[in-house]
């Protein structure tokens, strides 16, 4: 029997169990914290998750490759939002937002001094960190899409988000984004004990750790401690969906091999699941996602 791809998995159950949170904002807020309380925010929020979708992403990770699409669906997801958020908020509704608490040198001339707002920096260079962090979640997408592809398989692509109402203000956003890196940070602290190719271990701990300074950026900005505990929790895939799920209509997927890919190591031409090898192989690529040159 053919094991369906996990991500194929996620995107029935979320378009089965899809809910709404009465106080997304709230829960936000509340998310934020994962970095230092791991799951225990999620007790906080009191989010229901479904039987089917519970026991669906509590499933142990199959592969490096399974874990590989996990990350690259996250990092979409962040991508999306930051494209998104930065085409609705320009410089000047940042500083209506955050020039409340701003100071001014009034010995200054105020046409060429920046305001400095009292989170740290100008409204518009606070926005400038935003513009960075988004390009950094973009060039996470891209190298996580060129691992996958350079083992023969295919990434996930495409998806729809619903961000709802976490772009009706420049606090609303900043919120958000503050809840979406730490929960990535214990996305990625959860799923590394899983990871068998000391490769690809490296590559996930080289975004986890620029993850982790996004959140410590976004805590501050928010004002909470950037650095809140001696230790960061591990989230699991429930865990994580429970957060970042609400934001899911349409999961990312993932053709069967990604049509350009030139290696060694294909699947079986007849497989249904992308996480399956070839029957002649006598190499463990998809399990072990060891990179093979092409």
């Known amino acids: 029997m053919t094991v369906r791809p996990v991500h ?28 230092g309380g791991g799951a225990v925010a999620l007790a906080v929020a009191g989010a229901p998750i479904g039987g089917s979708l519970r026991s669906t992403l509590a499933q142990e990770f199959e592969s490096d490759l399974d874990i590989l699409n996990y990350a690259l669906t996250l990092e979409i997801l962040e991508a999306t939002f930051y494209e998104e958020g930065l085409d609705k908020f320009s410089d000047d509704d940042f500083e209506e937002a955050l020039g ?14 920046p305001i400095t707002n009292a989170r740290g920096g100008s409204a518009r260079a606070i ?3 935003i513009v960075e962090i988004g390009e950094h979640e973009q060039e996470h997408v891209e190298v996580l899409t060129q691992t996958i592809t350079d083992l023969g398989f295919a990434p996930v692509e495409g998806g729809e988000f619903d961000f709802g109402d976490a772009f009706d203000d420049v606090e609303a956003f900043l919120e958000t984004a503050q809840a979406l890196e730490n929960t990535g940070v214990s996305a990625y602290l959860g799923a590394a004990p899983a990871i068998t190719d000391p490769a690809v271990l490296a590559a996930a701990a080289s975004i986890a750790t ?7 950026y ?25 957060i970042a799920g609400d934001f899911i209509v349409e999961a990312p997927a993932a053709d069967e091999l990604a ?14 699941a992308a996480t399956e090898p070839a029957a002649d192989t006598d190499t463990n690529v998809v399990t072990e996602a060891t990179p093979v040159s092409g």
């Open 259 to 272: 049509a350009d890919a030139e290696v060694a190591t294909e699947p079986a031409a007849d497989t249904e």
């Open 8 to 35: 194929e998995q996620i995107l029935e159950a979320v378009a089965e169990e899809r809910r709404r949170i009465a106080s997304r904002r709230g829960f936000l807020k509340t998310s934020a914290k994962l970095a």
């Open 100 to 113: 409340d608490d701003s100071v001014k040198d009034e010995d200054k001339d105020e046409e060429t001094t």
């Open 127 to 129: 926005r400038e960190r």
């Open 218 to 242: 976004l805590n501050l900005l928010n004002g909470d401690s950037p650095f809140p505990d001696s230790f960061d929790g591990a989230l699991t895939r429930d865990e994580v969906l429970a």
């Open 210 to 216: 620029v993850e982790a300074r996004h959140a410590g």
